[in-house]
Every structure is written in structure tokens, then in C-alpha cells.
């Protein structure tokens, strides 16, 4: 079936590569690592490496805490963390610098993947998640490369699209050495694929091992932010469009109770600052940009516009909102406030956290809403009742931490493969 699959991809990048030259000419984002995605521009690995393929952001956490894990080993290898997107790339550089040479990740085509195996030289591939790319596989199973999928997960999303080209993938996914993923849903759904189910471990979600220090220095971000000891802060994080009205109609519901009440909008999308900037005008509701906030110290929201600073404005919440999960695109990140015994509501749709979601709720350390209407009645309360407060976040904290062991049964898996 790969070279159907060749053949349907070269002739969709044939039909519409005037649309990605254009965007190679008007975007900069799409022109990062443009030259590396080709092949070219990649660093030669002269000893064997560990090839850690992620996604995005959410996946290069992932890696981040696998590299940090590997550097433990008894043998040093050299890593190598590849990723898709600007932002993930952005983040690895950063996180990551002094310990793995960090690069774009390939095109799926079946000329350029081999460059970058024979430059690489990798000994072992460990794919995050799901990116389960047909040539990556099968020219690293060519070359005899070890191959792990960590932290694997098939949403209710993408699994049905994978049962539709279940040829395909029953060939790719043979191609593994392991599979380790997070629960026993996600087992069946790989062994149904085509896996092997011997080579199938249900190792949890790595992600409930990210519990963060509750040692974060709020009052110093409180005092960077200008709000004062006497006020509530209300954190909105990763909030999507259709959201915010809902978000600013209950703000103003609930200063009408809780007046000393500060909301902090963190937008998904950085590009739609202007968007909610109006929104917010249109609302008559005093704001100021984060990164501008010094100059117009008077303010009841405070609007993130930059990146990597939503963990920080979680550290000061009295409450915390996910995103995504109001409007339908099935929620971001709750893992952060609730690591942060942070009090948290989201919406019905949490579809793309769905197991930590449903791990919350069965542990009461997560409140989830229906409606705009029922949003505002529990923030309000949880706002005035500090103690159901602080017990619903210290419930969420303990929660993770009772969870947390899945970082190391991926690394264990990966060990066993490296000195067969």
C-alpha cells in the first residue's frame, strides 16, 4: 500500500504547489526550515542517535522530558528531536539547548526521507503521540532502525480516518518494535490497525507526570501584572473564537458580586489579538496588553499577546477556564492549573483531553459545565467560597500525582530496544 500512497501524495504536491510556493512567498512561518524539510541543511551524525519525532508543542514537552531522562542513561547517546511546527521548534530550542540538536522534521516523501536517515544515522526513532508518517517508517525499518511509538494515543477523532486506510497503516504500524500508549481503549484501537498485540503496553499518559512545583512565585508575578493583594484573578487560558463574548458577558456578571474580580485572557491564536482587543472595547471593559501593561497600569483584563506565558498567569489564578472547551474544539491543556492545585472549570467538550478529563471528574478535582449560564453560577461560587476552592485544586494536584510513573515505563521500553 506505500506506493499507492506515494502515488496519491506526489500527485496532490504536484497539483498544489503553486498554492505552497505563494505561501512560501508571503509567509516567513512558512518558510522556516523550509531548505531542512527538503532534506538539506542537516546536521551529519558521525555516531549513532536517538531520533525523537514530535509534533508540535504539546509533543515537544514530551520529548523534552525523554531527552532529560536519557541524558541519565548509562550511555550518552546523542539525540536528535525533530518537530513540525514553528512554535514546537521555537519551544525545543529553547528548552532544550546543550541537550539535543533540534531540527524541522521531514516531508513525508519518499526522496527526502532517506537523506534524512543517512545523515542522521539513527539507532532508535521514538515517535510522540501519533505521528505515524508512512515513509519515516518504512525507510527507518528499511535501514534497521529500532522503532518505538511513545505516549501513543488514538482519538475518537482521528481513529475512525485511520480505520478507513487500515491497509496502510496495518503496514506501517507492523513496522514497530513497540508500542507503548496511554490507555486500553488506545490498545485495541492499534492491535484492531494491525499491530501486534505482544507488542502493545499500556504505560499511561506521560503527561500526568508534569506535576509542577507549587512553589511558583505568585506574588511576584501578582505584583508584575498590578493587582493588587485584595484582588481575585479569573484566568482564561487558550480560549478560542465564539468564547470570548461568552467569557466577557460572565465577567461582568460576576464583578457585579465579586467587584475586586481581574480576568486574564490568554487567546489560542496570538493573531487574533486585534479580534478581541475590539471585543473587549465594544464591551467597555478596561485592558491593557501584556506586553504593554506598564503603560496603562489601570485595568480590570489583562490580554496575553505573547507566547509561553499562560503557565505563569495560572500559578496566580483564583480560578481557572480551559479553552476550546465552550465552543466545540474540544479543550486544551487542563493538566497545568490542575498540576497547580488550581481550581478548574471547563465546558462540555473536552474530546481532545478526554481520558485526563474523565480521570478528573471521576476524582471530583474538576468542575465541568454545560452552558455560559452554569459557567458563570460555579465560577462565582468557587470565587466566594475559597475553601471549596482550594479542595477542589488540592483534590486535582493529588490526583496527577497518583497517576504519575508513565515517563518512566516509556523510557524502560525504549532501554530494552537500545541493547538488543
Given amino acids: 500500500m506505500i506506493w499507492l500512497y506515494n502515488t496519491v501524495l ?13 505561501r512560501l512567498l508571503l509567509s516567513s512561518t512558512w518558510r522556516a526550515g523550509c531548505r531542512q524539510r527538503l532534506g538539506f541543511d542537516l546536521p551529519v551524525q558521525a555516531n549513532p542517535v536517538i531520533w525523537l519525532h514530535a509534533a508540535s508543542v504539546g509533543e515537544v514537552k514530551i520529548a523534552e522530558a525523554l531527552v532529560k531522562k536519557l541524558q541519565e542513561h548509562k550511555k550518552a547517546w546523542p539525540i536528535v528531536v525533530s518537530v513540525i511546527t514553528p512554535t514546537g521548534f521555537e519551544q525545543a530550542k529553547t528548552n532544550l539547548a546543550g541537550l539535543a540538536e533540534i531540527i524541522f522534521a521531514p516531508l513525508d516523501l519518499p526522496f527526502i526521507v532517506p537523506r534524512y536517515i543517512n545523515k542522521l544515522n539513527p539507532v532508535l526513532l521514538g515517535i510522540i503521540e501519533t505521528e505515524l508518517w508512512p515513509n519515516l517508517i518504512t525507510a527507518a525499518r528499511k535501514k534497521g532502525v529500532k522503532i518505538i511509538l511513545l505516549n501513543g494515543r488514538l482519538s475518537d477523532r482521528s481513529y475512525p480516518t485511520y480505520q478507513k486506510f487500515k491497509l496502510l497503516f496495518g503496514e506501517i504500524l507492523r513496522c514497530l518494535d513497540h508500542a507503548c500508549v496511554q490507555t486500553g481503549e488506545d490498545k485495541e484501537r492499534f492491535v484492531t490497525l494491525g499491530i501486534p498485540e505482544q507488542l502493545v503496553s499500556i504505560t499511561d499518559n506521560i503527561k500526568y507526570d508534569f506535576v509542577i512545583p507549587s512553589t511558583a512565585p505568585a506574588a511576584s508575578i501578582r ?11 479569573w484566568v482564561a487560558g487558550s480560549t478560542r473564537n465564539d468564547e470570548e463574548s461568552l467569557l466577557l458577558k460572565a465577567f461582568q456578571d460576576i464583578r457585579k458580586k465579586v467587584p475586586n474580580l481581574k480576568l486574564v485572557l490568554a487567546p489560542r491564536h496570538l ?3 486585534q479580534e478581541i482587543k475590539e471585543l473587549l472595547r465594544d464591551n467597555n471593559i478596561l485592558f491593557s496588553l501584556y506586553s504593554q501593561k506598564a503603560a496603562n497600569p489601570v485595568y480590570d483584563c489583562l490580554l496575553i499577546d505573547t507566547m509561553g506565558e499562560l503557565l505563569r498567569a495560572y500559578s496566580i489564578a483564583d480560578v481557572v477556564f480551559i479553552g476550546g472547551s465552550l465552543a466545540n474544539f474540544g479543550g486544551q491543556n487542563i493538566l497545568e492549573p490542575a498540576a497547580l492545585a488550581k481550581p478548574v472549570i471547563c465546558g462540555p467538550d473536552m474530546r481532545n483531553f478526554k481520558e485526563i478529563t474523565a480521570y478528573l471528574l471521576q476524582h471530583n478535582a474538576v468542575i465541568q459545565v454545560k ?4 459557567l458563570t453560577e460555579k465560577t462565582e461560587f468557587l470565587l466566594t467560597h475559597p475553601e471549596a476552592a482550594r479542595l477542589l485544586g488540592d483534590r486535582a494536584r493529588e490526583s496527577l500525582i497518583a497517576k504519575k510513573g508513565a515517563l518512566d515505563k516509556n523510557m524502560a521500553a525504549m532501554e530494552r530496544l537500545l541493547v538488543l
Fill in 271 to 273: 493573531g487574533r489579538i
Fill in 223 to 233: 505584583a508584575e501584572y498590578l493587582f493588587g493583594p485584595g484582588d481575585l484573578v
Fill in 10 to 22: 506526489l500527485i496532490a504536491v504536484i497539483i498544489s504547489s503553486p498554492y505552497w510556493l505563494l
Fill in 371 to 374: 452552558t455560559p449560564t452554569e
